[in-house]
């Protein structure tokens, strides 16, 4: 009959997601050798491939060398790590995004919204100026920067529960009172600061950016990413019945308070661990589970991995992109995401009010 | 499948809103709740299918108490439609029937030609196998109601617990839905807004008041003149329907008895 006419248009929601993640990860593979010639500086795309494929074991020897050491050096030494960091850093904020969508049931979820980012941005400022917590070595920043993001998750967590469940208004409302809490505090520090120098870097990193990419900045939210990954697809199901609603997902035989917990806490860790690493860049993970969603349908077996892909791909561009724009100069990346973003939300927002 | 429940009772707040309920429902039975609003059914309802946790009292589904049932177990034995049903993100009508498959499932395993089947079945069942590729978010109330049955029955559990299931359903989907139900075979306790379905369909009705029970029985036994106007202070005409030959009730407002008092007075 006229089945064909009621059908909804389905875009990618048939393909096969195997099939979708290979020609996204075709796409990374194109986006990483492409974006690394970029910048200041720009090398051809042959003379980066022969670069990277030099580095290989086993292939090194078929590769002859034809570029300068500076070339090399800014390839392998300056961009690659920067840009394998901004596909770690997109993917970890998209499927944080992700994560606490399905554990407020609202596209508006953001993972700033919990005010992780400004408790991160609190403790590391405060670190960078004083050198509270110089005695944790190298991993200072990082670890000022994570123990801020858990501390306000744990706050903000403690004053979401209600008889024994997460209250969602409470948490949205806690979540936004603390991070406020928390950039005063932030604004605190940076206006008693010591040195000038240090305050410089301090806003820039405040504003996101990922420009001081070096190669063991890599290990730790990769490694973060990999394990809330892994539990994230395993339970795609009980992310599913989520959405359906607390009461469906635990008739559905899902205990959804060890569901919830455990959402909070990866959202934590993905957040508190890339915030470490690259400052606050923004409406990365509103934008692209949105744009995921709407391409893929709303099951996480599929959104999860597509989402991580575009997150990485979407922020390796940005990131090409302010380090262009005002050549030799460079703008926070995070400045960039939030002037894309912003329109996004309120178009989201308006979106959300017609329906 | 026979559900138990032991002088049940649960609060809020200090508040008491159940108050020492018992309860049993046999197996392959049909048994409505009918109650004025605020009366306690949806909570009632909440506590037997553990969204709520009673603060005293038993419940036992097969001779076997909740306290030693897994959620998950739970969830392979009793199926629940509940109220609440927006589902603010957009699935396609196959994705939502597709949950109902969760409980039999293991961490990560996707869906077998099996549970292809059983979808199909169910989506069958209430007649929305041509909508499975469409998006939940754009269906109608009556279709969307019947999706969600649809995710009940390919959750294959012998036991149904509804909550006015036909809410803000026309009547032609009113009697659809509960004629699906009733064929299915399976133990169904629902709550029941409307008098005359829970007169056609039930084998047995509770009735709720102020947090109780109030009186329990067949239908002929409970929809009475006397009882309807104890509970729900209304007045009816009630007799035996000759075609159905269940019990029927007809609704006597105020507007049109008084009217019909002063005709009889000037004649």
Known sequence: MDTHITKQPKGLKETKPILIIFFLFLFTIATVILAIGMGPVSVPAATTSKILLSKLPYLSNLVESGWTQLDENIIWGLRLPRVLLGLIVGASLSVTGVTLQALVRNHLADPFILGVSSGASATATLGMLFGTFSFLGTYSLSISAFLGAAFVIIVVYALSRVNGKINMTQLLLSGVAIGLIMESITKLITLSAPNALGLHNATFWMAGSLAGAKWEYLTLPLLAMIICMTILLINYRALNALLAGDEAAGALGFNVNILQTMLVLIASLLAGVTIAVSGSIGFVGLMVPHITRLLVGSDHKKVLPVSAFLGGILVVWTDVAARLIIAPEELPIGVLTAIIGGPFFIWLLKRNARK | ?267
């Open chain 2, 1 to 267: 499948m026979n559900l138990h429940v032991e002088n049940l009772s649960f609060s809020y707040n200090e508040h008491t809103i159940l108050n020492d309920i018992s309860m049993k429902v046999a197996s392959g039975e049909f048994v409505g709740i009918i109650g004025p609003n605020g009366c306690g059914k949806s909570t009632l309802l909440k506590n037997l299918y553990r969204s709520l946790t009673p603060d005293t009292g038993s419940i036992y589904l097969d001779h076997k108490g909740y306290k030693d049932l897994k959620v998950k177990e739970l969830a392979r034995k009793l199926g629940v439609i509940g109220q609440d049903n927006t589902l603010p993100f957009d699935f396609a009508v196959n994705d939502i029937v597709a949950m109902g498959r969760s409980p039999h499932k293991k961490l990560f395993q996707g869906d077998t030609k099996e549970d292809m089947e059983i979808i199909q079945n169910a989506l069958e069942k209430v007649d929305m196998h041509t909508m499975a590729d469409k998006n939940y978010l754009y269906l109608s109330g009556g279709e969307k109601q019947r999706v969600l049955l649809a995710r009940v029955l390919s959750q294959q559990t012998d036991f149904l617990i509804l909550d006015e299931p036909t809410n803000h359903l026309d009547i032609h989907h009113q009697l659809r839905i509960f004629d699906v139900i009733k064929g299915l075979g399976a133990t169904v306790l629902s709550a029941i807004h409307d008098l005359n379905i829970a007169a056609l369909y039930c084998d047995r009705i509770y009735v709720m008041k102020n947090g109780s029970i109030y009186k329990s029985g067949t239908p002929e036994e409970i929809l009475t003149t006397d009882l309807i106007q104890e509970v729900f202070t209304i007045k009816t005409d009630v007799r035996i329907h000759p075609v159905t030959k269940k019990v029927m009730i007809t609704y006597l407002p105020e507007s049109i008895l008084n009217k019909g008092e002063n005709n009889i007075e000037e004649d």
